[in-house]
């Protein structure tokens, strides 16, 4: 069992100085392995939006967007390393703006924000429980929160915080890590298009 060769593995560590030496070492080494496999999926992420001619808001934007920084800390314990992601301004409606993003906490997740006023928590408004309810239609998968239109993971489900699933190891293949970003700025753009069409019909 895993408890079983866990407590293994401890024991051999802790048989010489070396073994923990090394241990150590291969510890460190990790990070910044994770580090870089997270890095190269945001990198890789900006650059299929581009490509598909999505504008994403800079880091000047006051929107948290992802930075080599960001994704060092993530995994050095430091605070406020979390929530972090890409995003694009996708509509404007009256005083309302609404954005799109793909953002971090332990999972991937993305959805749908409003902004009013500089205030990005109005979502709970009753003024938005109709776009709400159409991003619903959209794909039922998308949750209402406090600070979301609609909030989904995206699929597969990719925890870069536990760090220990296939999805996540797969990342480390270039040819796969293409795959997976590609998927998810096509689903992201569907949606997108669809949240648009939905509401100029609406608006007419």
């Not at 079983?4 to 560590?13: A, C, F, P, S, Y």
């Not at 802790?14 to 910044?32: R, V």
């Not at 993971?153 to 220990?164: A, G, R, T, W």
Request: proline share 2%.
């Amino acid at each position: 069992t895993n408890t079983t060769m866990g407590k293994e593995i401890r024991n051999l560590l802790a048989l010489t100085p070396q073994n923990i030496e090394m241990a150590i070492k291969i510890a460190n080494s990790t990070i910044d392995a994770k580090s870089k496999i997270q890095w190269e999926f945001w990198k890789q992420l900006r650059e299929e939006f581009d490509k598909q001619r999505i504008t994403l808001l800079d880091g000047t934007s006051g929107k948290s967007v992802v930075s080599e920084e960001k994704v060092q800390d993530y995994y050095n314990n430091k605070r406020n390393n979390k929530n972090y992601g890409l995003w694009a301004q996708i509509l404007v409606i009256d005083d309302t703006i609404i954005y799109y993003g793909i953002e971090l906490y332990c999972n991937i997740y993305c959805g749908f924000k409003a902004e009013k006023n500089n205030n990005c928590k109005v979502s709970d408004q009753p003024e938005y429980e109709e776009i709400k309810q159409i991003i619903k239609e959209i794909d039922d998968n998308y949750q209402t929160k406090p600070l979301w239109l609609g909030q989904k993971y995206i699929y597969p489900k990719l925890n870069f915080h536990e760090f220990n699933d296939e999805n996540i190891f797969n990342l480390a293949d270039r040819n796969n890590l293409k795959k997976v970003v590609e998927d998810i700025v096509q689903k992201s753009i569907n949606d997108i298009e669809l949240l648009k069409q939905k509401l100029s019909e609406i608006r007419i």
